[in-house]
């Protein structure tokens, strides 16, 4: 078994190397990207948008893109976003039951994308230019924080957890002067895995807050559009 | 008035001085080469047609009306554009002795007209009968209409001509009156733009022809030329469709005492020609004859006038270069009628010229090639008149093995007269294909003369009738059946075992076959022992024979170390957008040509591959020598396509050698970009508003986006040539579903530049 692993390990170690050194135009020559991205979703589940919750969502991050084929590239992305979530607790969370809707939480996102592009199968564009397509895999983790009423103190964390995604991105890739690469993109993701809450303790607040968190976060992947802004070396 | 004496002073002074220096050049036509360019390179040549057009519309009056001045811009962008590509077409050349001499004679008849600037011709290697005025003062003749010529006279009258055209500025008018009638008719006709629209723009030329005529005849008659040129001009103008010669046509110049044609491959009657029932109805020049009235009418003036006033010598000089050009034009075009029976009539006047029978045999030889590979053309004889038809008909006759032998005959009969590298290079490229039909090579041809009996059989097969009182179709030996390679396909029974019922032909055409196969391995007994011919042999055998299988394979186009330069032409971009009235968008596709000429250049660089790029950007006007490698190169690219890249002996072999050696590269790339935007019919839209209907609502904002957008399509494309033998070494060719984005396109130019690299690195 150890063997095995072994081998498995030095496989991957040579085929990604091969990967990575393969000959393969690129632009120019220019095989790696890194850039500063920024996104936007619409809020869907917000529909009253109360203050401080917006109609949209942001997000800002930055990602490295690597060609490995005429026209794959493979990409890691870290991306941050705040949202801010009215939770209606219902009867769930008892201690505050007469506040209702009043309750606002921030949720911080971290999302570590990891996606493999290939430029889109009708035309021939070469990677990194022109229209693409992604497959991509993100895994998440985020933090609770109770954003409006402060009841237990400004940086008290409710909750945090992860989760895992599964997702597509559509997007078009531009050169400026040979160095700076411009990307816009649109992308849905779907939440495939609901990691087991941190510090979960059973109470029906955890519980809640981790459903509530969930569909908030799969709100947010429905449909987010990103630029990009990179420099190709 | 003392403008004018001025004007006659300064001609008389130039054509003193300069006149033997310039037309009394020694051409070597036993080695003849195309007409060249020299001096310095006119801005014309050079500019870009975009600037060419705004300098043209800077100058439409603004006190013209709106229409007016619109129609004129448009005319001015399509005349920039379509001059500019005629120019750098590379069959127009400048200040070559043709040209020199024709521009002497617009310098005598310039004092005699009231034109504000004495225009330049230029000469378009053509062998058409033509010659055109531009809006901007060029004149262009083809060689093909000096070649018919007879007298300078007869070219002063043409010129005279096109300078009424460029005077009255004709060419510009007929766009306007075209395009106004056309928007009435739109109007009247709800956009149909009828048959009838059409034949009276050709009134509009017919009138400017005859308006032509007339002045022209005006300034004409006031030279010291004959005015009864002008009625011998008219004459060569009918005759136009005809060949500069009418000399007899003797099948006896493509035989030998062992090589007999039968005698149903020879036509023994020519079909008259079409001239003499020519009808104008439906042409935009008027019927010769009117013309001619029309000018009797005026009254012929001096008619015992000169027929040579500049030089009669040049002209001569000229006349005789364009037929020359008019055999390898011909050559080039792949027209193997009019390319051999122009020089056989030369060779009846120039017996010992090795030029000719060099072209000739490259004919042949081509011929045979493009028999192998099924390219030649389907009834080659009822396209020319005269004589000609029977070398038309002959070559249809011949077929793939009568065509190599013939080629691989004549080749040697040339190169035993005249000892040289081309020839003998040709010989064992024609050796390669008798190898194709002739398995055995040499050794299926017998060293024996060619019986009396078998020629008296093939001068027999004279109709199919004879035959078939003679003979039935079970004479036909089976096991000689089977070799049915000689029978044309159409006539091979559809399924073995079944027989079709023979036709008189088909019996006639099998006797002749197997008949001529049979005497085919009598063709060389002369010289079949000969060293010369046995070594050429033996040389050309590694041309194209495997060396561990010993069998015949195509040449090889790989790169070999002439490989490491490679030489870019000038590349193709075209930008054309199906929903405009005027399709091709003029300026965007020379911005976008100027674009991918840079990206070239920056690609190659940087996939560090030796390059030289010919292209008209990068051209200097003192350049002159690369203008005329393009040109010669531009012929060869077209040849080439016209061959499917299936000839390795070219029409200009010697030139594209030292084109090759100068250069330091056998291989040459053609680049391009074409850009299309697709005109979107109602169909697609009912099919994407059913779609809308259909699909769930998440997908109508694809839908939407595919009715609003445009539907383009930008190929990206790439071939390399080897100059040696005309073969493709590598393509590519890329579609992109969008606009032409210059990020795209440098980025496939480059990935082109890494295919052409790996070429080169394969061959190490």
């Known amino acids: 078994m150890r063997t095995l692993k072994i081998l498995l390990v030095f496989n991957l170690i040579i085929g990604s190397s091969f990967i990575l050194f393969a000959q393969v135009p690129g632009y120019m020559g220019k095989r790696t990207s890194v850039y500063i991205t920024s996104g936007i979703a619409p809020n869907f589940l917000n529909i009253d948008f109360v203050p401080p919750s917006t109609p949209f969502d942001i997000s800002y991050g930055l990602g490295i893109d690597h060609v490995v084929a005429k026209k794959i590239s493979v990409g890691l992305e870290y991306r941050r976003l705040n949202s801010f979530v009215p939770f209606d607790f219902d009867n769930t969370f008892e201690e505050v039951e007469n506040k209702g809707r009043d309750y606002y939480y921030a949720s911080k996102t971290n999302v570590l994308k990891f996606s493999v592009a290939s430029t889109t199968f009708k035309s021939d564009y070469l990677a990194p230019v022109g229209k693409y397509f992604s497959a991509n895999v993100l895994f998440l983790t985020y933090n609770v924080y109770d954003a409006k009423n402060h009841i237990f103190g400004d940086n008290y964390r409710f909750y945090r957890g992860g989760t895992m995604a599964t997702g597509l991105t559509f997007g078009n890739k531009y050169i400026l002067g040979d160095r700076l690469i411009f990307d816009y993109s649109i992308s849905s993701a779907y939440i495939i895995v609901d990691f087991e809450p941190a510090n979960s303790d059973g109470s029906s607040l955890r519980r809640e807050m981790f459903k509530s968190v969930n569909s908030r976060l799969q709100n947010y992947f429905i449909i987010n559009g990103s630029v990009s802004l990179g420099y190709l070396f | ?385 005269g004589e000609q038809q029977k070398i038309g008909f002959f070559l249809n006759k011949l077929r793939e093995k009568d065509a190599a032998v013939l080629s691989t005959d004549f080749c040697w009969r ?3 007269k005249y000892d040289d590298k081309e020839v003998n290079t040709l010989l064992q490229h024609s050796f390669y294909n008798v190898s194709l039909n002739f398995y055995e090579g040499l050794d299926a041809f017998y060293n024996a003369p060619l019986p009396d009996s078998i020629i008296n059989e093939l001068k027999d097969f004279t109709s199919g009738e004879t035959i078939l009182k003679d003979t039935s179709t079970s004479l036909i030996p089976k096991k000689t059946f089977l070799h049915v390679d000689l029978i044309t396909p159409k006539r091979i029974p559809n399924e073995i075992g079944i027989r079709k019922p023979f036709e008189k032909e088909d019996v006639e055409d099998f006797l002749v076959s197997s008949t001529l196969a049979n005497a085919l391995k009598y063709a060389f007994a002369e010289y079949i022992t000969d060293t010369g011919f046995a070594n050429s042999y033996s040389r050309s055998v590694p041309l194209f024979t495997s060396k561990k299988k010993g069998q015949i394979v195509e040449y090889n186009n790989r790169l070999d170390d002439s490989g490491k330069n490679i030489v870019f032409l000038s590349p193709l971009s075209l930008s054309i957008d199906a929903r405009k009235n005027k399709p091709l968008r003029l300026i965007a596709g020379e911005r976008d040509l100027f674009t991918l000429t840079s990206q070239i250049d920056f690609c190659a660089s940087a996939a560090k591959i030796s390059h030289t790029i010919l292209a008209e950007k990068n051209i200097g006007q003192k350049d002159i020598n690369s203008f005329n490698t393009l040109s010669i190169l531009k012929d060869w690219i077209g040849e080439s396509f016209m061959y499917e890249h299936q000839n390795p002996f070219p029409a200009d072999y010697s030139l594209l050698k030292n084109i090759s050696d100068t250069l330091n590269s056998s291989y040459v790339c053609l680049m391009g970009t074409v850009s299309f935007v697709e005109k979107k019919t109602e169909d697609y839209y009912q099919e994407n508003l059913v779609l809308g209907v259909v699909l769930p609502l998440v997908s109508w904002p694809f839908v939407l986006s595919n009715i609003i957008s445009k539907n383009q399509v930008t190929a990206h494309f790439m071939i390399l040539l080897d100059l040696k033998t005309g073969g493709v070494v590598t393509k590519d060719l890329r579609l992109i579903k969008a606009k032409n984005r210059k990020d795209v396109s440098k980025s496939t130019v480059y990935d082109f530049m890494l295919k052409i690299k790996k070429a080169q690195l394969e061959n190490q």
């Open chain 2, 414 to 416: 040339t190169c035993s």
């Open chain 2, 1 to 385: 008035m003392i403008k004018r004496i001025t004007k006659h002073f300064s001609v008389l002074l130039f054509l003193l001085v300069c006149g033997n220096t310039l037309f009394g050049q020694e051409i070597d036509f036993n080695n003849y080469s195309t007409i060249t360019s020299s001096g310095t390179l006119p801005d014309e040549f050079s500019s870009s047609s975009t600037k060419k057009y705004y300098t043209r519309k800077d100058r439409i009056s603004k006190k013209e009306a709106r229409k007016i001045r619109k129609l004129k811009g448009e005319f001015y962008l399509e005349s920039a554009f379509a001059i500019d590509d005629l120019l750098k077409s590379g069959r127009v050349v400048y200040n070559d002795t043709i040209g020199r001499y024709l521009n002497s004679i617009v310098a005598y008849l310039y004092p005699f007209t009231d034109l504000e600037k004495q225009p330049t011709v230029y000469v378009i290697k053509s062998n058409y009968a033509n010659a055109f005025a531009t809006d901007d003062g060029q004149l262009l003749v083809t060689t093909g209409l000096i070649a018919r010529l007879n007298t300078e006279a007869e070219l002063a009258f043409v010129l005279c001509h096109e300078m009424v055209h460029f005077k009255k500025k004709h060419s510009i008018d007929i766009f306007i009156q075209k395009k106004v009638r056309t928007s009435k008719d739109y109007g009247e006709n709800g956009g149909y733009e009828s048959t009838l629209t059409f034949l009276s723009n050709a009134v509009y030329s017919k009138e400017k022809e005859f308006e032509a005529d007339k002045l022209g005849y005006a300034t004409f008659s006031r030279t010291k030329y004959s005015s009864k040129n002008v009625l011998q001009a008219f004459e060569v103008l009918r005759r136009s469709s005809l060949p500069f010669d009418s000399t007899f046509f003797d099948i006896s110049f493509f035989e030998t005492k062992n090589l007999v044609w039968p005698k149903s491959y020879i036509l023994s009657k020519v079909s008259k020609p079409r001239f003499e029932e020519e009808d104008d109805k439906n042409s935009t020049h008027p019927n010769i004859s009117k013309r001619v009235l029309a000018i009797t009418e005026i009254g012929l003036g001096n008619t015992i006038g000169e027929d040579f006033i500049v030089s009669e010598d040049a002209f001569l000089l000229s006349k005789k270069i364009s037929q020359f050009e008019f055999c390898r034009l011909a050559l080039l075009n792949a027209d193997f009628s009019s390319c051999i029976y122009a020089s056989y009539c030369l060779l009846k006047r120039y017996p010992d010229n090795k030029f000719l029978m060099t072209v000739i045999s490259k004919a042949l030889y081509s011929l045979s090639r493009s028999k192998k590979n099924r390219h030649e053309k389907e009834s080659d004889d009822k396209r020319f008149e």
